[in-house]
């Protein structure tokens, strides 16, 4: 291939970055708020459903994580759900394995690999699973797990994704005897549904007017 083939592919992949939404706060429900926020505000319109952001990193570090039962279902039982779908028997470790065994021996034997990563597959229905893939890294003194979306419903499934996805890294950390640093995200297709607008701007109001106020600790939006 020629030189300038390759520049311009470096090219349009630094443009891509530069155009990327960093969302980075301390806790799930900062990360949360700001991200719905910014979505809310500044996403486009998208045919006549939702509102969408593209290529947006979250990431967040700690949290209150009370499972809601039902998600975690959804996540870790193959017991049937209101959702109609489940990702427990959807993972695939390193080895083909879904309980995260393969992963956490992985890490145990080659602390410094980049192959621990777990992918969500579809049951080849045509449905595919909006988290795609979860790596784990061991860096430094803990686990850092970074996830894969091919799109996420910003005001109904983003918490409740995030404390599931803090859940399943805490399992990976716990069996490698580190502390989980954090969780992030690349996210192909941040939204919303204008069905839930009137929702979320309630919900913005109801924070914005809380006697804390709407400030957010250190983190940003960038």
């Known amino acids: 291939m020629k ?20 969302i980075r706060y ?10 719905l926020r910014k979505v ?30 039902l998600l975690l279902r959804v996540f ?43 992918a969500i597959v579809g049951a080849g229905d045509g ?6 893939a979860i790596q784990f890294l061991r860096r430094g003194e803990g686990l850092a797990a970074t996830y894969f979306s091919r799109g996420q419903d910003i005001f109904q499934k983003f918490y409740a994704d995030g404390v599931c996805l803090n859940e399943i890294a805490g399992r990976v950390a716990s069996g490698l005897e580190l502390p989980l640093v954090s ?8 939204h919303v549904y204008l069905q839930d607008l009137p ?4 919900l913005l109001a109801q924070v914005a007017a809380a006697p804390s106020g709407p400030a957010l600790r250190p983190g940003g939006v960038k």
């Not at 045919?47 to 700690?62: I, K």
């Not at 969780?183 to 941040?190: L, R």
């Not at 929702?199 to 309630?202: D, G, K, L, T």
């Open 3 to 22: 030189p300038s083939r390759w520049l311009g592919y470096f090219v349009v992949g630094v443009q891509a970055c530069e155009e990327m939404l960093e």
């Open 26 to 35: 301390p806790t799930l429900g900062e990360t949360w708020l700001a991200a």
């Open 40 to 69: 809310y505000r500044d996403g486009e319109l998208v045919g006549d459903e939702t509102r969408e952001l593209l290529n947006v990193a979250v990431s967040f570090a700690s949290g209150t994580f009370d499972g809601d039962p």
């Open 76 to 118: 870790f039982s193959d017991e049937p759900n209101v959702f109609g779908h489940s990702y427990a028997d959807r993972f695939r470790g390193p080895r083909g394995r879904s309980d995260l065994g393969d992963v956490i021996e992985l890490l145990r034997g080659s602390p410094w690999s980049k192959r621990a990563v777990v």
């Open 127 to 132: 449905a595919v699973p909006c988290i795609s």
């Open 183 to 190: 969780v992030s995200g690349f996210i192909s297709s941040a």
């Open 199 to 202: 929702a979320i701007e309630r």
